[in-house]
């Protein structure tokens, strides 16, 4: 246990790895967070009339954008690590299998994984909190804004945090991205039905 946990932090800290999981937690991250301002205004929109009605809907999306991070990269991953183990076998000219190296692919595979589910589900869960509060501190209307609001937030934070390591101006990646779950929120209620 404590070579796995060692194996983790040494590629934990390394700079690729660390940078593509940070995409796929984002852009992830991203996807959940429209998805689930899309579920807010289209259930709500629908007649919907309870929160936690929404919020099971808004699981619903919650799970499969969580199956497709894990999954989809798990597969991406894989194939990315075969392909440079293999590379890497013609090379040197001799087998990787059961190495060092193959053993981190491996561990830099789980932590990708993790990430690209990490960050739907996060960003859902978080877009969804005011509607369970529906009817305690909410009416449902004020939950939908307040859940769009909330959906806002995490956009333009993942926009301060991009601005950040990229060293652009913090507000105006902040209202690029926030901006992304007004149109969403927009297209929803102009859309007919």
């Known amino acids: 246990m404590g070579a796995r946990f060692d194996r983790l932090r040494r590629v934990l800290g390394k700079e690729d790895v660390r940078s593509i999981s940070r995409r796929y937690f984002i852009a992830n991250g991203f996807d959940g967070t429209l998805t689930s301002i899309g579920v807010v205004v289209g259930a709500y929109l629908s007649g919907v009339g309870d929160g936690l009605t929404a919020v099971t809907i808004g699981l619903g999306a919650a799970v499969g954008l969580g199956t497709s991070g894990v999954w989809s990269v798990w597969e991406i991953e894989r194939a990315e ?43 859902v869960l978080l877009t969804l909190t005011p509607l369970a509060f529906e009817g305690v501190v909410f009416t449902m209307f004020q939950a939908v804004i307040a859940s769009i609001l909330v959906g806002i937030g995490i956009l333009a934070t993942f926009g301060i945090y991009l601005a950040s390591i990229s060293r652009q101006r913090w507000y105006v990646a902040a209202v690029r991205m926030g901006l992304a779950g007004i149109v969403v929120a ?8």
């Not at 190495?99 to 990490?118: D, G």
């Not at 927009?186 to 039905?193: E, K, Q, S």
């Open 81 to 123: 690590a075969l392909a440079e183990q293999e590379r890497l076998e013609r090379a040197m000219l001799t087998e990787l299998e059961d190495t060092r190296v193959q053993r981190e692919h491996r561990a830099a595979q789980i932590v990708h994984a993790t990430a690209s589910a990490t960050g739907p589900i996060l960003a």
């Open 186 to 193: 927009a297209i929803n209620v102009v859309l007919p039905g």
